[in-house]
C-alpha cells in the first residue's frame, strides 16, 4: 500500500538534518521517491530502486524518522556517490536464495551508511545502531548459544533452508565485530558488554563459521570500504568466498537523462 507522502515528510521535519538530506536528493536525482507500508514482520525499512527512475521505501507502520534517514543514504551512496551494487550477470536467471545471500554481502553499504549518519549528527548508539542489535542479537542469540542449541534452533537459522545457513551466521558476527570496532567507545558501557558477549560466545560456539567470518573481516582490513575501489573489492571477494561470483558482480548505476541505468556485468 501506498503511504501518504505528505504525512511522511512531515514527520521528518521533526528532524531537520534527514527533511536536509530527503529534499537534496530529490533535487539531485530529479526523481520523486515513493513510500509504501511494508510488514510488522519484516525490518523497519527496506530501500528499492526500480530501474530507470523510481526510488521506494518501505516502512512498518513503527516506522521513525532515522529508519528512513539510513533507506535516503542507501541512495545516495547508490545514485550519487556511485558505490557498486551487486547486479545479476548477463543471462544468468533470477534467483530468490541467491538474491537474499547477495542482501547479506552488502554489508559494506551498511558500513558507508552508519559513517554517513554520524556525520550527518545522528547519535551512534539508539539513531545509527538501532536497539535491536543489542535488545535482540546480542542478548538472544547468545542465550540460545550458551543453554547448547542446536544450529536448526539458534535464532540465526533462516537462512538455513535456502542453503546459505554459514552466511547468515558468520554475517551476525561480521556486522557486530565491525560495529565494536567502529564505534565501541561510542556505546553504552552495557551495549558494549553485550556486544563483546555475543563475539566470546559466537566465536566459541560456532568455531566453522567464525573462521569464514574472519576471512571476510580480513577483506574490511584489507580494502577501504569508504573508496569506491575498496567497497568494490569487498564485494568482489566476498562474492568470491560464497562461489556466487557467477551469478552476480559489482556494478554502478550510470545517469542519464534524468534516469540512472544498472549495466548488467559480464
Not at 38 to 63: C, H, V
Not at 155 to 181: A, E, K, N, T
Request: aromatic share 10%.
Amino acid at each position: 500500500m501506498v503511504l501518504n507522502r505528505n504525512d511522511v515528510i512531515s514527520k521528518l521535519r521533526s528532524h531537520k538534518s534527514i527533511e536536509d538530506l530527503f529534499m537534496d536528493l530529490e533535487n539531485r536525482t530529479s526523481l520523486t521517491i515513493e513510500f509504501q507500508s511494508l510488514g510488522n514482520n519484516e525490518p523497519m525499512a527496506k530501500y528499492f530502486f526500480q530501474t530507470p527512475n523510481r526510488p521506494i521505501i518501505y516502512l512498518r507502520s513503527d516506522w521513525e524518522e532515522v529508519d528512513v534517514a539510513h533507506e535516503l543514504m542507501h541512495m545516495k551512496i547508490e545514485l550519487l556517490n556511485g558505490y557498486s551494487v551487486l547486479a545479476w550477470r548477463q543471462g544468468v536467471p533470477h534467483d530468490s536464495a541467491v538474491g537474499k545471500a547477495t542482501g547479506l554481502i552488502r554489508l559494506g553499504d551498511d558500513v558507508l551508511v552508519h559513517e554517513l549518519l554520524r556525520k550527518m549528527g545522528l547519535k551512534i548508539d539508539g539513531e545509527i545502531i538501532r536497539p535491536p542489535l543489542f535488545d535482540d542479537i546480542c542478548t538472544k542469540i547468545p542465550k540460545c548459544l550458551k543453554q547448547g542449541s542446536a544450529r536448526p534452533r539458534d535464532r540465526m537459522q533462516d537462512f538455513d533452508d535456502i542453503g546459505f545457513g554459514d552466511l547468515r551466521r558468520c554475517w551476525y558476527l561480521i556486522f557486530v565485530q565491525l560495529v565494536l570496532d567502529s564505534y565501541g567507545k561510542d556505546l553504552t558501557y552495557e551495549h558494549r558488554e553485550l556486544a563483546e558477549d555475543f563475539i566470546r560466545t559466537f566465536r566459541d560456539k560456532r568455531a566453522r563459521e567464525s573462521k569464514k567470518a574472519d576471512k571476510v573481516l580480513a577483506y574490511f582490513k584489507q580494502y577501504d570500504v569508504f573508496s569506491i575501489d575498496g567497497h568494490k573489492a569487498i564485494l568482489e571477494n566476498w562474492t568470491k568466498l560464497e562461489s556466487l561470483n557467477s551469478c552476480v558482480g559489482p556494478m554502478s548505476y550510470v545517469a542519464q537523462d534524468n534516469v540512472f541505468l544498472l549495466p548488467f556485468p559480464s
